[in-house]
């Protein structure tokens, strides 16, 4: 069975920093490129970055290039999110996602980690 | 970047309605489009992918059709466990974008 469990969100004061982290199981997880897309509270969906199977592509969505450093480990079955300077309007669930296939589309999503930016 | 369309924003139908969602993408995209399905405090879930191919597990009473920059999501006949809110995405390019999403309510 697939699953993709996210982990790290929590209450941050602007300017901070945070790393989330989704670990992988249920499937070859080196096979498949990775996502985080982001909801805010009572909002849609926001694609945030994108990552190949090697690393050789990555993506960033304008509102967080600069600042947020997407990253994976095969052997530990990881994708991580490194988020610096937060600010208020990154407050929101950050979705780990697999890509369905080099499709860029996302067929299994993890559950979710809150994000909350606040002083 | 290329912006995604949705309409309407929310639906009201009963149980057993036929109900259409359109997406409009403000360049063409080909093929290259994803509708999700999201019930309160869940994650999406993928439902069609490249416009009109049923994700496995899916319902067959959910299509999709459409090529270009208008796109459409049919739910043949809506079930109870169908009320949630759908969200299209173009996997076109680079900043990938979803719509703003259709309510799907009780009427």
């Known amino acids: 069975e697939v699953q993709l469990v996210e982990s790290g969100g929590g209450l941050v004061k602007p300017g901070g920093s945070l790393r989330l982290s989704c670990a992988a199981s249920?499937?070859?997880?080196?096979?498949?490129?990775f996502n985080w897309v982001r909801q805010a509270p009572g909002k849609g969906l926001e694609w945030v970055s994108s990552?190949?199977?090697?690393?050789?592509?990555?993506y960033y969505a304008d509102s967080v290039k600069g600042r947020f450093t997407i990253s994976r480990d095969n052997a530990k079955n990881s994708l991580y999110l490194q988020m610096n300077n937060l600010r208020a309007e990154d407050t929101a669930v950050y979705y780990c996602?697999?890509?369905?296939?080099?499709?860029?589309?996302?067929?299994?999503w993890g559950q979710g980690t809150l994000v909350t930016v606040s002083s | 970047d290329i912006q995604m369309t949705q309409s309407p924003s929310s639906v009201s139908a009963s149980v057993g309605d036929r109900v259409t969602i359109t997406c409009r993408a403000s360049?063409?995209?080909?093929?290259?489009l994803a509708w999700y399905q999201q019930k309160p405090g869940k994650a999406p879930k993928l439902l069609i992918y490249?416009?009109?191919s049923l994700q496995s597990g899916v319902p067959s009473r959910f299509s999709g059709s459409g090529s270009g920059t208008d796109f459409t999501l049919t739910i043949s006949s809506l079930q109870p466990e169908d009320f949630a809110t759908y969200y299209c995405?173009?996997?076109?390019?680079?900043?990938?974008?979803f719509g703003g999403g259709t309510k799907v309510e009780i009427k």
């Open positions: 996602a697999r890509d369905r296939s080099s499709a860029w589309d996302f067929d299994y």
């Open positions: 249920g499937f070859t997880f080196s096979s498949y490129d």
């Open positions: 990552i190949s199977t090697t690393t050789n592509y990555i």
């Open positions: 360049q063409g995209i080909s093929g290259w």
């Open positions: 490249a416009a009109s």
């Open positions: 995405q173009q996997a076109n390019s680079f900043p990938l974008t």
